[in-house]
Nanobody, 120 residues
Framework: QVQLVESGGGLVQPGGSLRLSCAAT????????MRWYRQSPGKQRELVAG???????NYADSVKGRFTVSRDNGKSTVYLEMNSLKPEDTAVYYC??????????????WGLGTRVTVSS
């Protein structure tokens, strides 16, 4: 059973920084793309950033230049470095990964989320 476990959320003042981590655990044959999504109250879940197997990245326009996504394949972990945080970044952040638990099987997994609150 594969699980995605997020950590690193919390309360931070505007202009501050946080680093989120998401570790994939369990029986894993391969991990393809890894992504971060977020959801604020009353809003749809939105893609924040993603990183492919090769390390290619993509970002939502609202976070470009402030957030950096990266991965450590040896640790099966994806990170989201968030700088210059704004109150509108307040949300629950979810990790998502495209994983093969075994050869021939590919499943989209989600973490339970970690809350980020940006407030003075």
């Amino acid at each position: 059973q594969v699980q995605l476990v997020e950590s690193g959320g919390g309360l931070v003042q505007p202009g501050g920084s946080l680093r989120l981590s998401c570790a994939a655990t369990g029986s894993i044959f391969a991990i393809y793309s890894m992504r971060w999504y977020r959801q604020s109250p009353g809003k749809q879940r939105e893609l924040v950033a993603g990183v492919g197997e090769s390390g290619s990245t993509n970002y939502a326009d609202s976070v470009k230049g402030r957030f950096t996504v990266s991965r450590d394949n040896g640790k099966s972990t994806v990170y989201l470095e968030m700088n210059s945080l704004k109150p509108e970044d307040t949300a629950v952040y979810y990790c998502n990964a495209d994983v093969s638990p075994r050869l021939g099987l590919r499943i989209d997994y989600w973490g339970l989320g970690t809350r980020v609150t940006v407030s003075s």
